[in-house]
């Protein structure tokens, strides 16, 4: 099976995976405040788990700083378009601030991880440069800009202090945490062979194993079809930045910098995700236009499963 196969199986696979969280929400197997309790268990156990047995088994290269600068100047430059249009367009403050982010972070940690386990099933180091790009090229921006944009554009009044207060939980949350540990850690000389160390490694592997079914489940549930009509043209544009340009613009700047086949394909799937789940939450906390925010989100899942597929198999 070629690259281009294994491509439209494994996001076939992800998105059928995600339909079955839907079904199960609207059968009554699942209930809307699980997407919660799941949300938790990933960001605070499986995706940690995944990140650290990824980055700790490989050693740190340098270089691979440059994967990072791709994905956040690709995201930055959809922000800057995104708050062009929306000056264009004379949107209100909220709104402006959906479009911006809706137009700009990328669903790596959520959807990204998931999608390149099952097309690289176990490659450490496509596992490895997947965690560098979506921790320090997405994570690490949209957790201080992206809080940012959404105070700022929002009406939730915010202090300086209360500002760097919720910039600042980032730092100290288990997947960054997770990201420090493994690259210190890939340093180590780990005796492979010592019954604590695998049995320790076996554990992470199961833990981070449930991974990808527990990020499908979370956006399954997530997920409502909500009519799209009102905001068609915001709908379009977000589609047209964020799973177009940008992935277009990765792609460019990784054959600028000469990037070897597997990290151009990295940097080109993460921007290809549709956009993070936890812009929609960001909206509704500091009181951007979190109902349109909710449809574009909805949007990009939609549209990514042909985009993704298109952008990719166009540009490996």
């Known amino acids: ?31 809307d405040e699980d997407g919660t309790t799941f949300a938790k268990i990933v960001t605070n156990y499986t995706l940690p788990a995944l990140i650290f047995h990824a980055l700790s ?37 909220a709104r402006k601030g959906a479009l911006i982010l809706g137009s700009t972070f990328t669903s790596s940690g ?38 940012l944009l959404a105070i700022h554009f929002g009406s939730a009044k915010q202090t300086t202090k209360e500002k760097t207060r919720e910039v600042l939980k980032f730092f100290v949350s288990p997947i960054f945490i997770a990201l ?14 010592n019954v604590l160390v695998v049995s320790f490694y076996r554990i992470l592997g199961i ?19 909500k009519d799209i009509r009102k905001v068609l043209p915001m ?27 597997l990290w151009h394909d990295i940097v080109v799937i993460e921007a290809s995700m549709p956009t993070a789940a936890l812009t929609a939450v960001f909206a509704k906390r500091y009181k951007c236009d979190s109902e349109l925010t909710t449809i574009l989100v909805f949007a990009t899942f939609i549209s990514s499963i042909f985009t993704m597929v298109m952008m990719i198999v166009l540009l490996s």
């Open 1 to 31: 099976m070629d690259f281009t196969q294994t491509v439209i199986q494994s996001i076939s696979i992800v998105v059928l995976m995600i339909l079955l969280g839907t079904t199960f929400r609207k059968i009554g197997l699942l209930k």
């Open 110 to 147: 959520l959807l990204g991880y998931a999608v390149i386990k099952v097309i690289y099933a176990d490659n450490i180091e496509a596992l490895s440069d997947a965690a560098i790009v979506s921790e320090l090229g997405v994570a690490t921006i949209f957790f201080t800009f992206g809080v």
């Open 57 to 93: 088994r490989v050693e740190f290269d340098v270089d691979k700083l440059m994967l990072v600068g791709v994905m956040i100047s690709s995201q930055l430059l959809c922000a800057l378009i995104a708050l062009g249009v929306s000056v264009l367009f004379r949107l209100s403050r």
């Open 207 to 225: 833990i981070s194993g449930a991974n990808t079914l527990m990020v499908t489940l979370t956006i399954g549930v997530m997920l409502y079809f």
């Open 235 to 261: 709908v379009v544009v977000v589609i047209i930045i964020k799973l177009v340009l940008q992935p277009l613009m990765a792609h460019f700047q990784a054959e600028l910098l000469s990037f070897t086949q």
């Open 180 to 193: 420090v540990l493994g690259i210190i850690v890939s340093f180590i000389d780990l005796p492979m062979d």
